[in-house]
């Protein structure tokens, strides 16, 4: 703290602080940076041959060597000029192939070094790609995902990172007569292409190709989560990736004030991971560590050790991956030093991060370094680069999101006594693959797309500060009294009422007369209950510590309330998962409200007809 009480920060600028707000018609308002977007390169192959070409053994990404019995070993590095000179190669083999939007790359993989260099040589080639997520091929039992996938794809190739992971996949979605690509194994009865193959192909035409490559040419395509429906495939630009590149680069000049270095495990089949953080690196001339560690109990270990050894610059991360981070720290001296010794500033998104983490995070940067470090974060989406909204000062609290990137406008929408942000500007998508109507109702009546997010101002007095995240317009509800529930609000309530025993929270009610909540349980929840390790989570969850303690929860969340639409009347304990084929979880760990409701509308009713074990409520009230 300073003399005066006000927390100190490490130094971090903010690009965008001030904002011009105009009114429309029928309530609307239209909000945009003050400061213009200045130009961006005409495609984000300009990157990586300007580095290569400027600095080519500086190290663009490294991966761990990973081990036949799972474990990892030493770093493995490609430098800018390997990566160019391996693009330039793969991207021949591309053109040979005569691959082209509508006979695109599907790449089976986690994030790894063949991903990252077919990626690059689709880049160079031209030819759109589609890291397909790898839940779809290795979790999913039935791979309708997949297959629908593949489906609106139509790929000219397939490539997959591992033949005993992916080959069961291949076997029930691709083609005969669809090429695969294999980087490890092989397939008994079918002909597939070694990897060594696309490394090993003369450059001779792709030079021209790449020159061709203009900002509407498409370079990925990015399947949505879905929830209830199938997933939509995202057309992703080169006008869009610069764009919103150079919007990122405004409104935070980190990224230029020297080369970024990331210690990342975000999937790159996201927007988040593969848009956001592998476009910053290539933009600013970083590094990409590639962390094969994970949020979760069995992955964690691998982000911890990573982070001891190589200290980013900036670092992003979800809700549970700072939460498990902030209570290492706490007891690990290694890693506080290492981690908080250059990083300038932590990023979260794909869910909200609860205050109590939050306070964590900041107890402990405090004590190593006497300051703290600026949680950044803002609102994004697929369909927006991701980057369209972020915060403008280190005064932040949790639902801040702040205000539009350069380049960028806002349309703020009343609805059903929520407001919409709607957006307009060159980072966003022109549409999804293969669905002109879906497309179509994508879009109003002024071109601006619709998020189906609320937002509310930071201070209405004063735009400048921004807006706050107010959940989503279709999660939102009515009681059978007419009364309104605000999902998102109040969601993230109950997670910082549970914390750290909730990862999080499906609101329930709609057309009820009260409000419940499932919960989703962490694996902290075990060390309440102290049980065996080979209790299952049933057996945990109905513990008379666990029981006890969520009573004690609910009590705190009706004290707290302030009405029908706020007081959560009872909880429920989740011990079956949500499933990812059900797309009622994505890769990241965030929950999809609508998908879960969907899915288990008969456990719902049973909840609320109080027909559910596992169920608490607050004292005074009816078991």
Known sequence: MSAAGTPRYRPLAFGVTRAHLRPGEGGVHYLRAEQDLQPPAQHMTERLVHWATQDPDRLLIARREKRADGSTGDWQRITYGQALAAARSIGQALVDRGLSAERPVAILSENGLEHALLALGCLYAGVPHCPVSPAYSTISQDFDKLRHVLRTLTPGLVFASDAARYGKAIAATVPADVEVVLAAGDLPGRTVTPWRGMLDTEPTTVDAAMQAIGPDTITKFLFTSGSTKLPKGVINTHRMWCANQQQMRQSMPVLTEEPPVLVDWLPWNHTFGGNHNVGLVLTNGGTLYVDDGKPTPALMAETLRNLREIAPTVYFNVPTGFEAIAHAMKSDAALRRNLLSRVRMFFYAGAALG???????????????????????????????????????????????????????????????????????????????????????????????????????????????????????????????????????????????????????????????????????????????????????????????????????????????????????????????????????????????RAVLHHRAALVQAFHEERLPLTVKPQGTAA
């Not at 929408?413 to 999804?432: L, M, S």
């Not at 102290?530 to 510590?545: F, I, K, N």
């Not at 929860?553 to 429920?572: I, P, Q």
């Open 355 to 593: 205050q109590p983490v939050w306070d964590l995070l900041h107890e402990v940067q405090e004590a190593e370094l006497g300051e703290r470090i600026v949680m950044g974060t803002g609102l994004g989406m697929t369909e927006s680069s991701p980057f369209a909204i972020f915060i403008t000062n280190p005064q932040v609290r949790s639902g801040d999101i702040g205000l539009p990137c350069p380049g960028m406008e806002l349309k703020l929408v009343p609805v059903d006594g929520k407001t919409e942000v709607r957006y307009k500007g060159p980072n966003i998508t022109p549409g999804y693959w293969r669905a002109p109507e879906a497309t179509a109702e994508a879009f109003d009546e002024e071109g601006f797309f619709r998020t189906g997010d609320a937002v509310c101002w930071i201070d209405e007095s004063n735009h400048h500060l921004g807006l706050r995240f107010d959940g989503r317009i279709a999660e939102d509800f009515k009681l059978a009294t007419g009364t309104f529930v605000s999902v998102g609000p109040l969601r993230a309530k109950i997670i910082a009422a549970g914390a750290p025993y909730v990862q999080d929270a499906v609101v329930t009610g709609e057309n009820r007369n009260e409000v419940g909540a499932l919960l989703i349980p962490t694996p902290k929840v075990r060390q309440l209950a102290g049980l065996d390790d080979g209790a299952s989570l049933q057996q945990v969850l109905e513990s008379a510590p666990v029981q006890a303690h969520f009573r004690k929860v609910a009590d705190e969340l009706a004290r707290a309330a302030t009405g029908s639409a706020t007081r959560v009347a009872r909880l429920h304990l989740l011990h079956e998962p949500p499933s990812i084929d059900k797309g009622e979880v994505t890769d990241k760990g965030s929950i999809n409200q």
